[in-house]
């Protein structure tokens, strides 16, 4: 398997430049095929889990049989991540398998298709241009529905995230989720923190009161944002509570994650609006829902208490 890749080098510890840092493709597709084996052992988040979570699961026929034909012909299924993301979506030690909640769930939804699974990996702020482009089938990316989103996307709910804050440890400033007046907050460009939450937060808890906004720090990924808080060039990086949650334990006495949350939501599975694929790819989701393996996804990477119910049809959050 070839994967054209720039690496950069992050100023971060080591620990935790193992544990955030990945490789950014060209955007290049990569034909993902997942080792047979789990590195690290055990279920919890620490644990590298390299081994194809879709081996042994049957294609769901009323999902086949809502597949495009063109697409059946094909045999082929394309989704569009940014691997720089843990514990959602980013590189094994090895450099070559993409791990993590999202490639698991797109590898079960090809699987409930019947379909090859073909991962591209991009940055996060050019993944809708992608899928309106036609580049790309499909994104699982803990990307939450927004009215913009929406007029441009169909969008499947398939778990459930929420945003927090992370500041340094024992949190020198004292900052709260709602004490983040003029400070210098770092946010994934493009992300629901940067375009949603941090607005809203900005507005509700500073401007409206005659305080000073807070100061957004748009960065290309949550590596960056980390590394910067790190040399305290930020005060805070605003995230997927998850991936910040997980950046503190593998390195501790490094980050704190400040409580109450500033948000939770159900994400969603993308594809570009009206695509033929959706049907499909919706009843896939659901299958996966009614499926064991759902359960064992969202365990094994920390997740066993953000499950639901229903692969419904998204509605805005904003």
Aim: hydrophobic residues 40%; proline residues 6%; glycine residues 8%.
């Amino acid at each position: 398997m070839r994967v054209s890749r720039h690496c950069s080098v992050p100023i971060v510890t080591t620990a935790l430049a193992l544990a955030l840092a990945a490789c950014g493709s060209s955007g290049t597709a990569q034909s993902v095929g997942a080792k047979s084996t789990a590195q690290g052992g055990g279920s919890g988040s620490s644990a590298e889990h390299t081994d194809d979570i879709s081996v042994g699961v049957k294609p769901d026929a009323k999902a086949v049989k809502l597949l495009p034909a063109a697409v059946k012909a094909r045999g082929t299924i394309s989704v569009a991540m940014d691997l720089t993301s843990p514990p959602t979506s980013f590189m094994a030690s090895d450099n070559k398998t993409p791990i993590g909640f999202n490639p698991d769930f797109s590898r079960l939804i090809a699987a409930k298709l019947g379909l090859k699974l073909q991962i591209n990996n991009i940055k996060f702020d050019t993944i809708i241009t992608g899928l309106q482009a036609g580049r790309y089938d499909f994104t699982a990316s803990t990307m939450g529905a927004t009215r913009d989103r929406l007029k441009v996307l169909d969008m499947v709910d398939y778990f459930k995230a929420g945003t927090g804050v992370s500041v340094p440890y024992g949190n020198p400033e004292k900052l709260t989720t709602h004490t983040l007046c003029g400070h210098r907050v770092a946010v994934q460009s493009g992300s629901t923190a940067e375009l949603q939450w941090l607005p809203l937060l900005s507005k509700q808890d500073c401007t409206s009161k005659g305080k000073p906004a807070i100061a957004a720090v748009s960065l290309p990924s949550v590596n960056d944002a980390l590394t910067q808080l790190v040399s305290k060039r930020i005060d805070a990086v605003m995230y997927d509570f998850t991936g910040l949650q997980w950046a503190a334990t593998q390195q501790p006495r490094t980050f704190d994650v400040l409580k109450p949350l500033v948000a939770t939501k159900t994400v969603t599975v993308a594809l570009k609006k009206d695509s033929p694929l959706t049907p499909a790819v919706q009843a896939a989701i659901q299958s996966i829902i009614d499926d064991p393996k759902y359960a064992e996804a969202l365990g094994r990477w920390g997740f066993k208490d953000l499950g639901i119910k229903t692969a419904a049809m998204a509605v805005p959050q904003d």
